[in-house]
């Protein structure tokens, strides 16, 4: 059984950094591409940032500069460093693997971020 747990969010000022985590369970991060995805109240779920397999990290560009995903293999996380953070940057945020069948998602791990 394949279960992802997001943790890390929180509310923070804008400039503020958050690291979100998300550990898997039943599923290697070093295997799959890893993703980060949020939403926020009112809009669509949209990709932040992707891992592949191979280490190929992507953004979409309103958070190039400012996060970083990452994954530590021998706790199977994946991480969201967050710095530089701005009120639209709010949203829930959720862990997601793109390319497996079925997809998995995690609960989620709200952040907050306050002008």
């Known amino acids: 059984q394949v279960q992802l747990m997001e943790s890390g969010g929180g509310s923070v000022q804008a400039g503020g950094s958050l690291r979100l985590s998300c550990v898997a369970f039943?599923?290697?991060?070093?295997?799959?591409?890893m993703a980060w995805h949020r939403q926020a109240p009112g809009k669509e779920r949209e990709l932040v940032a992707h891992i592949t397999s191979s280490g190929a990290r992507t953004y979409r560009d309103s958070v190039k500069g400012r996060f970083t995903i990452s994954r530590d293999v021998a706790k199977n996380t994946v991480y969201l460093q967050m710095n530089g953070l701005k009120p639209e940057d709010t949203a829930a945020y959720y862990c997601?693997?793109?390319?497996?069948?079925?997809?998995?998602w995690g609960q989620g791990t709200q952040v907050t971020v306050s002008s």
């Open positions: 997601n693997t793109p390319y497996t069948t079925p997809g998995y």
């Open positions: 039943g599923i290697n991060v070093r295997t799959y591409t």
